[in-house]
Nanobody
């Protein structure tokens, strides 16, 4: 099982980034996928999630209207489009997969985790 997050980088406030998560080694269609982030000294928090098949999604209040999650089950890929980035969005971003979960922004239901990609937003 592997989840590979990519697309992070350094961007100025107000800018955009698109994160990608490539999945392999499991039945991707059966899993909800979440994006999480962790800033230094803070707990890991859920940012966005998308259900396995019917494409429902949920977002943390802090990113609603700015971030958009999508998935391509044919390619085993999930994306996080991040617009109007703020310095508070600076963190390591992780993608994770959860089975038998419709939508969740909480850590425990997620079984598999990627290695993370750094997003830094300068003011």
């Amino acid at each position: 099982v592997q989840l590979q997050a990519s697309g992070g980088g350094l961007v100025q406030a107000g800018g955009s980034l698109r994160l990608s998560c490539a999945a392999s080694g499991f039945t991707f269609d059966d899993y909800a996928i979440g994006w999480f982030r962790q800033a230094p000294g803070k707990e890991r928090e859920g940012v966005a999630c998308i259900s396995s098949r019917n494409r429902d999604s949920d977002y943390a209040d802090s990113v609603k209207g700015r971030f958009a999650i999508s998935r391509d089950n044919a390619k085993n890929m999930v994306y996080l489009q991040m617009n109007n980035l703020k310095p508070d969005d600076t963190a390591v971003y992780y993608c994770a997969a959860a089975r038998r979960v419709h939508l969740s922004l909480k850590v425990p239901p997620y079984n598999f985790w990627g290695q993370g990609t750094q997003v830094t937003v300068s003011s």
